[in-house]
């Protein structure tokens, strides 16, 4: 019914206008701006979150994502002309976007606003109409943006609801799926899509590296690193995963670490405004777990390492000492745990990134530009950080998307245009003169060029 709605829509031409395009971008954007308020009062009530953190996080890159696609769109949609080779002339040819139809919208729970919203603008932009589905884990924020959606957009339906209405969902047919999530649902999802022959963009995770050496500001290195793994309470697809540095290196960061933690959150993170909560009992429990198998395992607690299931709460964590092989470093953390893998060189850092899955996100903290050359050439991941960690999945200009397990497609800015569009050649060569007499049986002719 949801999927009827959206169509018919799509089917009368409505949202082909570049006017309404531009329309409904201007309604997303009174949504946030208008709604900030409840939005973050959601955000708290799911994620413990501080309505700071929500506006800075959610709602400010919204807006600026939905600002430059406003400001872009025009030129980004008209048609790019297309030279043909000489044996075609007199012709010309223009890549027309077309939109796709319906698109379907499965978000996760850890930035709920922003990575349903987000696509949405891409979608909107393009000329298609979406069915959104936010996160179950997040019923706050589902609920509110159900009640919302309806009242500020056209062509954009919302259902929420947990893998078993979504699995509903998948059976119908859709223009495009894009999926932000984990392996295991994108696996379902892609092939779900695959019955209909309906194209995908996987927005996924896994672990993504640091690599930290004695050249940098180790002091500058760790603000940076403890800030980037501590965002959202650690669950975030490209927060840094586990740092690899050599032994001193490593050494050195410990204390460095435990400073700025305890700047950001005063020496209780618990009793902290600013630090937020996981997102279930469970995710919590798991998290706790890891850690405790890890320390079993060997690793050792540098800081945090306390943890409270029940009100959801987690310690930011750094642990050292940490094995290749440790249970931390088995799975996606998603969490505020920061493992430090002491690694003899760059060479075994290199060597232990490539023998994993390619990640989402790759960080360098060092001031050495062979070092930074060799792992943006010798490694592969969605996009790499040079001292910086997240900033890139903020920047509407710049594509977003992962490779190999960590996603395919990419999003944001022009690419959630061209992602959202089919690129439609349109080729044009007037009927006279004629010029293709030679691919014309008989061959007598070309057959006599071809000799
Ligand atoms: P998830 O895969 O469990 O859930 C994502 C969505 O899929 C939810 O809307 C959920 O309702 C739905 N879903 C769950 N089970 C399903 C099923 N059996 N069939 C159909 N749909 C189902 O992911 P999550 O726990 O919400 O998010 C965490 C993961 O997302 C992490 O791996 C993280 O790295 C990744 N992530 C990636 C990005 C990115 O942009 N690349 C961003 C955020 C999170």
């Not at 027309?96 to 987000?118: D, K, Q, S």
């Not at 696509?119 to 959104?132: H, I, K, R, S």
């Not at 392996?183 to 019955?195: L, W």
């Not at 790499?384 to 710049?398: N, Y």
Request: proline residues 8%.
């Amino acid at each position: 019914m949801v999927v009827e709605r959206a169509r018919s829509l799509f089917d009368a031409g409505t949202t082909r206008p570049l006017t309404w395009r531009r329309e409904q971008l201007d309604r997303l954007a009174d949504l946030v701006t208008a709604n900030t308020e409840a939005i973050e009062e959601a955000l708290a009530a799911d994620l413990g979150k501080s309505a700071t953190e929500t506006y800075l996080t959610e709602i400010g890159v919204l807006l600026e994502e939905i600002r430059h696609t406003r400001r872009h769109l025009s030129s980004w949609l008209k048609p790019r002309r297309v030279r043909l080779p000489w044996q075609y002339q007199p012709a010309g040819a223009s890549l027309v976007l077309e939109p796709l139809g319906v698109v379907l919208v499965i978000a996760p729970w850890n930035y709920p606003v922003f990575l349903l919203l987000g696509p949405l603008v891409g979608v909107l932009a393009a000329g298609n109409t979406a069915v959104l589905k936010p996160s179950e884990l997040v019923p706050r924020t589902a609920e509110l943006l159900e009640r919302l959606v309806p009242r500020y957009l056209d062509g954009v339906e919302v259902v929420t609801g947990g893998p078993e209405r979504t699995t509903e969902l998948l059976r119908e047919r859709f223009d495009h799926i894009v999926f932000t999530g984990s392996g295991r649902v994108g696996r379902i999802v892609m092939a779900a899509a695959a019955e209909h022959l309906t194209p995908v963009t996987l927005e996924l995770g896994g672990k993504s590296p640091a690599w930290v050496d004695g050249t940098t500001d180790l002091a500058a290195a760790a603000r940076r690193i403890a800030w980037g793994k501590l965002v959202n309470t650690g669950q975030t697809c490209v927060a840094p995963d586990y740092l690899l540095a050599p032994p001193d290196v490593a050494r050195a960061l410990e204390p460095l670490l435990a400073r700025e933690i305890r700047a950001m959150y005063g020496p209780d993170p618990a009793l902290s405004p600013d630090y937020g909560r996981i997102v279930s009992a469970r995710h919590a429990a798991r998290l706790q777990q890891m850690v405790d198998d890890s320390v079993a395992a060997g690793a050792r607690v540098v800081v945090g390492g306390q943890a409270d299931p029940e009100s959801r709460y987690v310690a930011p964590t750094v642990l050292t000492d940490v094995a290749p092989d440790s249970p931390v470093m088995a799975e996606e953390i998603f969490g505020p745990v920061l493992p430090i893998v002491p690694v003899a060189d760059l060479d075994a850092a290199i060597a232990h990134v490539r023998a994993g899955d390619k990640p989402l996100a790759l960080y360098a903290f060092t001031a050495d530009t062979t070092v930074r050359d060799r792992l943006v050439r010798e490694t592969s991941s969605g996009a790499v950080g040079l001292d910086v960690p997240l900033v890139h999945a903020a920047v509407p200009a710049l594509p977003f998307g992962g490779v190999g397990p960590s996603g395919m497609g990419a999003y944001h800015g022009e690419a959630s245009v061209r992602t959202f569009s089919h690129a439609k050649p349109v080729v044009r060569k007037p009927l006279r003169p004629e010029t293709l007499g030679m691919v014309r049986p008989p061959f007598t002719a070309a057959r006599r060029a071809l000799a």
